[in-house]
């Protein structure tokens, strides 16, 4: 069985003020045509197929717009489940009418879990789809008081899973969870507000592949079969360090399972140049890639004028200014450093600029300072008497 | 071929603070029965299938229950078509994968009107399903700049339509319009906003059957094969009088119709009585239908204490009170006949009483507001007293 695992798609996403549409819709560009070669017998997207509970029509329509290629065009059959970022009463409009169209959405669970069948030439498959799991929901769903957090709430219908699952068959289950130990990042919603999030790796054992959602970097648990196939792009700075890409599984007739994450090139990668403002700006010229989302950590010493408006005009789409020497440690704060008594305006502001950028300021600065704050004065006086 | 013609469901919608989704899936049983009864070759649901772009979630789950019903477990053709309280892009979510179960979702239109085309034993009938219009988006569609309100949209769509139809073969079309001279209702949200709205009926004519959505009463055009089916419920106090109901249609080979209204049974009507509360109480003891959504108009013609909370008593779905004696004329009003100078208090009220009940304050009312204004001015002494 050949598997095509991906997760995490967040359509409608913003970032920084920038919808991404066009940049998921070229990269789900590249997944369905990864699907077109690879010819699987199944694609899972394991929940947070959008960003919100009601989603932008663009992302509604960019959605339609894929699944009808994969399932309508392609005749694959996709496993669709809700993350926690999505409304699984809205995600399931017309699941039913839509099952007979190989495309198999799971919003919500009963209180029988059962398995979806899929075959290929070693015979048949069970998918144990599951959605993320509300405590609430479950606990009303299978009628348990005990489930009270996530964990919980995914080790009562595992048990109900295990325990209705024909243990002669090859299984995939598919899950929305934080598994412990794994990396997360700063996109992921957590799935519980000061309670407990993650579950063991163990919980999972048991089936000859787990298709993960909800962390957003692709990743593995070692020596098993389970596995993040991480978002389709990255979603917040802390990703910047990560390669997004699906994961293709091939899984032999005794359910044994090569898995294979294949990258995804982005419209518009998202990634952090460092420098001065001037060496950025030099820098651009021989950049191939200015359209990138860019986050500029400028290590200008001192204040830097304009610096967005200066690097928009090399770089478009930069999204952020990192100052550094801004972050520096501030344990003794000015005030605390500051002599006794009242400072006047010049030594107030070498004062500061001290304490920001760690050097006394120099002559140079001093002379600019002096001329600044006699200009005000000048205007001062000019306005005192026009008054 | 056989035509179950519905429009204007409103899921989702909520009547002066009531969520009508449970009377709304209560009559959609009804239909959905009679399509079982009738065995349609073709249910047209011509519009406003929701209440709002975004409907809640009920709303959703109640639709997707009975489309799938429907064309699931029924197998009929179902013809939904968005109309101007639907969001054109979330209704069409899925279309082109549902389109393969028998269910066809039309939200937008192309430079190209297209029909369905379904079979009875007579051949072929070309369905043109039309959503509501919107001139903007016409405009675009059809790159053509002469379109500026809904009417021209129609027209300039229809023109199109009828270039392309195979005039030897029997047609439907599915619109969401106003017809001239057709009697709207209060819940009907305008089409165009101080703009051309309204369509001669004569725009239509050419089609074997005009399914229309968008008007709440259900009616046809005189001498045409061009009808309303109404809404599924009384949406607003303005269709009381309406009975609700579906259309049967019949189309014979040669394309002529015979149209039939079936009546739907809401699980409460919405109705008035009228009456003292006193009456209104009395009379509520013989009321088989209690329950109802009441508005009720209070005949009293003095001042009546907790009207609302003594008819919910009886009738625990009051909707409203109506207070005939409160909207007399009002012509002229009390500073208009109160005499010159400045009254006391006794003879303002007596004024006021005469200017609303029509009645002069008698003997009674005297002595109860004289009792009242010693006690008020009882209290004011001892509360200066006090401070």
Redesign the interface.
């Given at each position: 069985m050949r598997i095509l695992h991906t997760a995490d798609w967040h359509l409608g996403r913003i970032l920084h003020g920038v919808h991404l549409t066009d940049d998921q819709a070229h990269v789900l560009e590249q997944l369905v045509a990864l699907a077109r070669e690879f010819r699987p017998d199944l694609v899972v997207i394991a929940g947070d197929v959008y960003d919100r509970a009601?989603p932008p029509?663009?992302a509604?329509?960019l959605?339609?717009e894929v699944?009808?290629r994969l399932?309508?065009e392609l005749r694959l059959p996709v496993v669709l489940t809700a993350g926690n970022h999505d409304?699984p009463?809205?995600l399931?409009?017309?699941?039913?009418?839509?099952a007979?169209?190989r495309?198999h959405v799971v919003g919500g669970i009963g209180p029988e879990p059962r398995p979806l069948r899929f075959e290929d030439r070693h015979g048949a498959v069970e998918v144990w789809a599951l959605p993320f799991l509300d405590p609430l929901r479950v606990r009303h769903a299978l009628d348990d008081e005990a489930v009270r957090d996530q964990p919980q709430a995914l080790a009562a219908v595992l048990a109900r899973v295990r325990a209705a699952r024909d243990p002669a068959r090859r299984s995939v289950l598919v899950a929305h969870a934080a598994v412990l130990g794994c990396e997360t990042s700063e996109s992921e919603r957590p799935l519980a507000i000061g309670g407990a999030e993650t579950v063991p790796a163990s919980l999972l054992a048991g089936f000859d592949y787990v298709a993960l959602g909800h962390l957003h970097r692709p990743q593995g648990v070692d020596g098993a079969a389970i596995r993040y196939a991480g978002s389709l792009l990255k979603y917040s700075f802390s990703e910047i360090g990560h390669e997004k890409s699906v994961t293709l599984v091939e899984m032999d007739g005794a359910g044994a399972c090569r898995m294979e994450a294949v990258a995804l090139a982005p419209r518009r990668d998202l990634r952090r140049i460092e420098g001065t403002l001037a060496e950025l700006e030099r820098g651009a010229a021989g950049d191939p890639r200015r359209d990138d989302y860019v986050v500029a950590r400028l290590l200008d010493p001192g204040p830097v004028l304009d610096a967005m408006g200066r690097l928009r005009r090399v770089y478009p789409n930069v999204l952020h200014i990192e100052r550094p020497i801004l972050d520096a440690p501030a344990g003794e704060g000015l005030a605390a450093s500051a002599p006794a008594g009242r400072l006047g305006d010049e030594a107030l502001f070498a004062a500061f600029f001290e304490q920001v950028t760690g050097a006394p300021l120099d002559e140079a600065g001093r002379r600019l300072l002096a001329e600044v704050l006699e200009a005000l004065e000048r205007r001062r006086r000019g306005e005192e008497d026009a008054a």
């Open positions: 009601v029509q663009e509604v329509a959605l339609d699944l009808t399932c309508g409304s009463e809205r399931a409009f017309g699941a039913r009418l839509l007979g169209q495309l």
